[in-house]
């Protein structure tokens, strides 16, 4: 087994009194999809927010290439070639393709004080990575990212992690806000990363989407690993179930109609 690129050891995140994070280990290898899934609230952001640099664990270790590391700001890990892409592709509406590819590291043309931005060239540069990840619909680096979709801000965004050297990918709930096609889009993107050989952290809480591209799934419930397997182990049901809190979807089904029942067709205040 080769050394995973990033993995967490023992990891516990608080804030004052309130423990969000409760010994998370996990590891990444390069070429692997590991699926983070759990619930509104299970601590998913908190974590990669603490592998992107915002947050410091309170204890516990992060290692890369097997050697512990430590970042002061999301700068650090960036450098180390961490890149996180959020759920709407982190881009402003109104800057150009190219601008929005190259931001913070404009290619220029000219010497000294005479050098300008080098429009074309970044534009160029900007088109062809991203039809290398197989978005052909973009074609022109003039055009402003308010005109793309939600799939291919996510998609854009992905092509300039990786174009920029990103060893790690870190996606949190990149298709929770796309329609079907371009999910799937999205998808097909993080599996082309994959076979590029990057790292990649999956969050979602939609298991159709962890198991259209993980190899590996942690499931997290209330800032605790409950559960951690590789593709093929679990059901769609198991996955599902594990997720609710090992309430079972049927149990859960139940309760529903047995509460509506009881309400007589009117909800009770206490529920409105
Ligand atoms: N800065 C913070 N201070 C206090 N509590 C926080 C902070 N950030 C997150 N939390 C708490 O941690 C829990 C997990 O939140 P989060 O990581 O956003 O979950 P998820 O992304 O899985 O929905 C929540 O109960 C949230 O209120
Ligand atoms: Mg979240």
New binding site residues.
Partial sequence: MTTPVLELRSVDKS??P?D?LHKISLKVRAGEVLCLL????????????TLAGV?KPTRGQILMDGKEVSFDRPRDAQDMGIATVHQFGGTFPLMSIGRSFFVGAEPTKGWGPFKIYDRKKANEIAVKAVQDFGITRVDDGDRLIGGLSGGERQSLAIARAVHFGARVLIL??PTAALGVKQAAHVLRIVKEAQRRGLAVIF?T?QVMHAMAVGDHFAV?IR?AVAADFVKGQKSREEITDLMAGGETMADLEAQISSDLATADGHPSPATL
């Fill in positions: 804030f004052g309130i969000v759990g619930d509104n609230g299970a601590g998913k952001s908190t974590l990669i927010k947050h949190d709930e969050i809480h997290l800032g």
